[in-house]
């Protein structure tokens, strides 16, 4: 799993970068998932919400109750229009801790998805865009997932989903990118070890400075490529119902040639 550190450098160039994502077709599909198994969410964690990008979006109701939170608090604080809400309402909503407890807005906590910061209960936890994948070990996943239904209220809903094997060797082994951005030239660097299951992203920045003088920067990223199978039997072990799994974006059912896998669990109850 990825450390407080991780998403350093890329955080202030991170939005720049995912420019091709669909965030407001992300946005529709989630909510198409939660109206097909559930009911419309009051309070809603979302873990691995980096730069916080539905916060600018309609994308959850809005009287909904909505705590964005990431590893990174780099990331974090890249989300400037966040909208935040004032202490008094903020100390009600469900499973904020103290204000003690932790030095970030109300709506925006950096907390470990291994030892949540939360009681709860949410009606919805989402863990969107292969987050789940940085989870590196088997035991980290099920453990990250123990933490999902301990905060969930019964009959509330884990929707998460997985970049597969099939979409690293199609898009990402022995690929390279590259983009300029504000002040900042970068390239990616993509390789998938089959052998390991582990795909690798590793990024160069030339940030330019003062006086025309450009420094060059590292950053590498690791996720683990699980098997559509495995993520089953795992969500089972930690307590939940499947009630979903889905190829990308549709309600067809997801397979290992799938790109992207959703996965719609139920806490019992």
Same mark, same amino acid.
């Given at each position: 799993?990825?450390?407080?550190?991780?998403?350093?450098?890329?955080?202030?160039?991170?939005?720049?970068?995912?420019?091709?994502?669909?965030?407001?077709?992300?946005?529709?599909? +989630?909510?198409?998932?939660?109206?097909?198994?559930?009911?419309?969410?009051?309070?809603?964690?979302?873990?691995?919400?980096?730069? %916080? $990008?539905?916060?600018?979006?309609?994308?959850?109701?809005?009287?909904?109750?909505?705590?964005?939170?990431?590893?990174?608090?780099?990331?974090? $604080?890249?989300?400037?229009?966040?909208?935040?809400?004032?202490?008094?309402?903020?100390?009600?909503?469900?499973?904020?801790?103290?204000?003690?407890?932790?030095?970030?807005?109300?709506?925006?906590?950096?907390?470990? $998805?291994?030892?949540?910061?939360?009681?709860?209960?949410?009606?919805? %936890?989402?863990? +969107?865009?292969?987050?789940?994948?940085?989870?590196?070990?088997?035991?980290? /996943?099920?453990?990250?997932?123990?933490?999902? +239904?301990?905060?969930?209220?019964?009959?509330?809903?884990?929707?998460?989903?997985?970049?597969?094997?099939?979409?690293?060797?199609?898009?990402?082994?022995?690929?390279?990118?590259?983009?300029?951005?504000?002040? %900042?030239?970068?390239?990616?660097?993509?390789?998938?070890?089959?052998?390991?299951?582990?795909?690798?992203?590793?990024?160069? /920045?030339?940030?330019?400075?003062?006086?025309?003088?450009?420094?060059?920067?590292?950053?590498?990223?690791?996720?683990?490529?699980?098997?559509?199978?495995?993520?089953?039997?795992? $969500?089972?072990?930690?307590?939940?119902?499947?009630?979903?799994?889905?190829?990308?974006?549709?309600?067809?059912?997801?397979?290992?040639?799938?790109?992207?896998?959703? /996965?719609?669990?139920?806490?019992?109850?």
């Amino acid at each position: 799993m990825r450390d407080e550190t991780s998403y350093r450098i890329i955080a202030p160039y991170y939005d720049w970068i995912m420019a091709h994502v669909d965030y407001d077709g992300w946005g529709r599909y +989630l909510g198409r998932l939660w109206r097909k198994y559930g009911k419309e969410p009051r309070a809603i964690l979302e873990l691995g919400a980096g730069t %916080c $990008a539905f916060a600018r979006r309609e994308v959850y109701p809005a009287k909904a109750q909505v705590v964005y939170s990431d590893l990174s608090p780099y990331m974090l $604080a890249q989300a400037h229009d966040v909208r935040v809400k004032p202490p008094r309402a903020a100390a009600s909503a469900p499973g904020m801790p103290h204000s003690k407890e932790v030095s970030a807005p109300p709506t925006r906590v950096a907390a470990n $998805a291994l030892n949540l910061p939360f009681r709860g209960p949410f009606s919805l %936890c989402v863990m +969107l865009y292969d987050a789940v994948n940085y989870l590196m070990a088997e035991d980290d /996943f099920l453990r990250c997932l123990r933490e999902c +239904l301990r905060v969930l209220e019964p009959g509330g809903l884990f929707i998460f989903d997985i970049t597969t094997e099939s979409n690293s060797k199609r898009h990402f082994h022995q690929a390279v990118d590259y983009g300029e951005l504000e002040g %900042c030239t970068y390239f990616r660097e993509s390789v998938y070890d089959v052998q390991a299951r582990i795909q690798s992203n590793h990024f160069i /920045f030339f940030v330019e400075g003062r006086k025309d003088n450009w420094r060059k920067v590292k950053e590498s990223h690791q996720q683990r490529i699980y098997k559509v199978a495995k993520v089953r039997a795992l $969500a089972e072990k930690a307590g939940f119902q499947v009630e979903g799994v889905l190829d990308g974006f549709t309600f067809k059912p997801g397979r290992e040639t799938s790109e992207r896998v959703h /996965f719609v669990l139920r806490k019992p109850g």
